[in-house]
């Protein structure tokens, strides 16, 4: 069966342009949580050497607590050596 050829005119037609459809306006996201019980955190990045970054993983994961408990006892006890405020003094000012 032969197929009927689409003219050169029929190609270049311009369609009439279609109305634009009414978008419904998007529902306003809920806030995001500002960060752990509601207090600012400024995040850092910490290299470790791979060595280093595995022993802390695998502390981490005998003792069942997470990397960031770990390091943020390893700052509180710097901190206290240096004769510094405590990670619980600094929270509790702010």
């Given at each position: 069966m032969a197929r009927k050829r689409t003219s050169l005119e029929a190609l270049l037609e311009v369609a009439e342009p279609t109305?634009?459809?009414?978008l419904r306006p998007k529902a306003a996201k809920a806030a995001p949580k500002r960060t752990i019980a509601n207090k600012p955190i400024k995040q850092q990045?910490?290299?470790l050497p791979i060595p280093v970054y595995e022993q802390l993983r695998r502390l981490a994961f005998d003792e069942r607590e997470k990397m960031h408990t770990l390091i943020m006892e390893g700052l509180d006890r710097v901190f206290q050596d240096r004769g510094l405020?405590?990670?619980?003094?600094l929270e509790a000012k702010s």
């Open positions: 109305p634009p459809t009414q990045t910490v290299y405020q405590s990670l619980a003094e």
